[in-house]
């Protein structure tokens, strides 16, 4: 996938599914100023996403989403920005054709966190990215191997724990931003946490990007129409324009 490099780059996430009216909040996001999407494919058990995503899984799957559903709707809207899946490797690894379906749907990347280093062979060939996770724990030599094998841009979780807004930027970010980006040629975008303009701004000065999740969701959950989500992103983007 192509990410600009003459800016930050602006990478919200969104749940597919999780609303009736979702692919509306994704036009209004890439109206916002979002440089690519990751849209969450639902499933029963997201042991890494926080309180806010569950919700929004929970939400999606009790609508009726399907994946085939999902897909279908993002072929609707392709081709204006980036788009990259996420989801849980128990979806991946029981259809040989996931892949591919991704990417006949207007996929252009893919993120599976619970998929081990060691087991991610099979798909770096596939016609779509596939986006590595590093974190602060992750060793030197680890993170050698992800910065190489990475696809597309490289993923830094700035906490040990799940998805979910928070008050201030972890400290961890600055070091895990350090230690990636002199080990990878392509964008590193910091994600996990990040909620609120000035965090964008202050994650943006350290890395080439940042993924914002959580903070995204719990509007759409509460209500928010797609116009009040555009503006959210649209501060976001003013933010790190700005910083």
């Given at each position: 996938?192509?990410?600009?490099?003459?800016?930050?780059?602006?990478?919200?996430?969104?749940t597919?599914?999780?609303?009736?009216?979702?692919?509306?909040?994704?036009?209004?996001?890439?109206?916002?100023?979002?440089?690519?999407?990751?849209?969450?494919?639902?499933?029963?058990?997201?042991?890494l996403?926080?309180?806010?995503?569950q919700?929004?899984?929970?939400a999606?799957?009790?609508?009726?989403?399907?994946?085939?559903?999902?897909?279908?709707?993002?072929?609707?809207?392709?081709?204006?920005?980036?788009?990259?899946?996420?989801?849980?490797?128990?979806?991946?690894?029981?259809?040989?054709?996931?892949?591919?379906?991704?990417?006949?749907?207007?996929?252009?990347?893919?993120?599976?966190?619970?998929?081990?280093?060691?087991?991610?062979?099979?798909?770096?060939?596939?016609?779509?990215?596939?986006?590595?996770?590093a974190?602060?724990?992750?060793t030197?030599?680890?993170l050698?191997?992800?910065?190489?094998?990475?696809?597309?841009?490289?993923?830094a979780?700035?906490?040990?724990?799940?998805?979910?807004?928070?008050?201030?930027?972890?400290?961890?970010?600055?070091?895990?931003?350090?230690?990636?980006?002199?080990?990878?040629?392509l964008p590193?975008?910091?994600?996990?946490?990040?909620?609120?303009?000035?965090?964008?701004?202050?994650?943006?000065?350290?890395?080439?990007g940042?993924?914002?999740?959580?903070?995204?969701?719990?509007?759409?959950?509460?209500?928010?129409?797609?116009a009040?989500?555009?503006?959210?992103?649209?501060?976001?983007?003013e933010?790190?324009?700005?910083?």
């Amino acid at each position: 996938m192509k990410l600009p490099s003459d800016h930050k780059i602006l990478m919200p996430y969104l749940t597919g599914g999780a609303v009736a009216d979702w692919t509306d909040h994704l036009r209004a996001l890439v109206d916002a100023g979002a440089d690519a999407i990751e849209i969450g494919l639902p499933f029963s058990d997201p042991t890494l996403d926080g309180a806010t995503i569950q919700e929004a899984t929970h939400a999606a799957l009790t609508r009726g989403a399907t994946l085939r559903g999902i897909l279908t709707r993002v072929s609707e809207v392709a081709g204006t920005v980036p788009l990259v899946a996420s989801t849980y490797a128990n979806l991946v690894v029981r259809d040989r054709a996931f892949c591919s379906n991704l990417r006949d749907a207007g996929f252009d990347g893919l993120i599976v966190p619970d998929l081990p280093l060691e087991e991610c062979a099979e798909f770096e060939n596939q016609d779509l990215d596939l986006v590595l996770l590093a974190s602060p724990a992750t060793t030197d030599e680890r993170l050698d191997e992800i910065a190489r094998r990475s696809r597309g841009f490289v993923y830094a979780v700035t906490v040990m724990g799940t998805t979910g807004e928070r008050e201030t930027l972890a400290a961890s970010a600055a070091d895990l931003a350090r230690r990636l980006t002199t080990r990878s040629d392509l964008p590193v975008l910091l994600g996990f946490g990040i909620s609120t303009p000035a965090q964008a701004a202050q994650a943006a000065q350290l890395a080439d990007g940042v993924v914002i999740g959580a903070a995204i969701m719990r509007r759409v959950l509460d209500g928010a129409a797609p116009a009040e989500l555009g503006a959210y992103l649209r501060s976001i983007r003013e933010a790190m324009d700005e910083g």
